[in-house]
């Protein structure tokens, strides 16, 4: 009776929703009235499945055009209106596909600013709801991360089928200096490192929703991986130049390193979707940090050589001062004399 009672209940609250925004978005353009009629249909109470992806592909249709902030805007105030856990995910999971599907740069969100105010949502009418509100909590930071690799990236480009664009990708990051290279390389870890504090993951096909939600997430995660890869690429070229980078960036890139290192075990978990890739990004981590540490060797071995040097340096010196020089003096004493004529006799003479 109590499920009854939720299904009935989030029907009338999906065809009230609806009548009003009908009614409310008549006098507005037909863009506008759609993209909110369309956010609606796709982010219901009842349904227990994944938003449709023919009301999702309209929203982003008209987000690729000049009411691109309208559509942006109808997804947030939806996100901060609703205490219901089935119509926040699904708008999480819209709103996911708008931030990477639309040719507008999206910057409403800030980085730790909350701009979802999802931190405390919690939905108890029913199991599901609740196993969902902790995976709502993680999304939005989840998404909050997401749009501020935009802003660092500056796009969030389709590497995984193109050889072109990470060329390309790999040419624009070349030409930055090895700082900025480094902070986008922090910034994208940090992102990484996000998705290994995911909630427990539910069985396969045990939450239709949870699997959408994953999907996605091993699609930025696989887009990330080769954007890490070709920073990595470019700072280890250059620090096997002559003369490489300063003590600062390598200090950084150690510490990149280690906290790559931690996330491995977590992200293991998505290594079936593109294998190949995965071990590749791996292999480099683990290369380069096999490098450091040889570089590191060579520092110590270098800095034992010199201070070898320079103690017996100082021993030489330390062994010179301890010769004190003995000054012998004569005087008109007998036997100065008597000395100098006893040598004198012992002298030799060559003639021809």
């Not at 009003?20 to 353009?29: E, V």
């Not at 977590?266 to 290594?271: A, T, V, W």
């Not at 079936?272 to 890739?277: E, G, S």
């Not at 096999?290 to 340096?313: F, I, P, W």
Request: glycine share 4%; charged share 25%.
């Amino acid at each position: 009776m109590a499920k009854l009672k939720s299904l009935i209940i989030g029907k009338v609250k999906d065809k009230a929703s609806i009548c009003k925004a009908s009614l409310f978005y008549s006098f507005s353009s037909k863009s506008v009235k759609y993209i909110h009629l369309a956010l609606l249909k796709s982010t219901t109470h009842t349904s227990h499945k994944p938003p449709d992806s023919n009301y999702i592909s309209d929203v982003v249709s008209y987000s690729n055009g000049r009411h691109a902030p309208v559509a942006f805007g109808a997804v947030m105030w939806r996100l901060q209106v609703t205490k219901n856990a089935f119509v926040a995910i699904k708008s999480l999971i819209v709103f996911h596909i708008l931030i990477k599907s639309s040719r507008y740069k999206f910057e409403g969100l800030d980085r730790g600013r909350n701009s979802l105010k999802l931190n405390d949502f919690s939905d108890l009418s029913s199991n599901l709801t609740i196993e969902l509100s902790p995976w709502i909590i993680w999304y939005g930071r989840y998404l909050d991360s997401l749009s501020w690799i935009l802003k660092v990236a500056g796009s969030f480009p389709n590497l995984m089928e193109s050889s072109k664009e990470k060329s390309k990708e790999k040419d624009c990051v070349s030409s930055y200096q090895t700082g900025y290279i480094m902070r986008q390389t922090d910034s994208l870890v940090t992102f990484l490192e996000h998705i290994c504090t995911r909630p427990d993951t539910p069985l396969l096909f045990q939450n239709k929703i949870v699997d959408e939600i994953r999907e996605l997430v091993i699609q930025d995660y696989f887009t990330v991986v080769i954007l890490v890869m070709i920073r990595l690429q470019v700072l280890n070229e250059r620090l096997t130049k002559p003369e490489p980078v300063g003590d600062s960036s390598l200090n950084d890139l150690r510490l990149v390193l280690m906290r790559l290192e931690e996330c491995e075990e977590s992200l293991r978990g998505f290594f079936w979707r593109y294998r190949r890739l995965a071990e590749d990004f791996w292999c480099l981590v683990e290369t380069l940090k096999a490098d450091m540490v040889h570089s590191d060797k060579e520092m110590v071995n270098l800095t034992g050589l010199v201070q070898t040097t320079v103690k017996d340096d100082e021993e030489m010196v330390e062994l010179a001062s301890s010769v004190q020089t003995e000054w012998v003096t004569f005087d008109d004493s007998e036997i100065a004399m008597s000395e100098l004529l006893k040598r004198e006799s012992e002298w030799e003479t060559f003639d021809d």
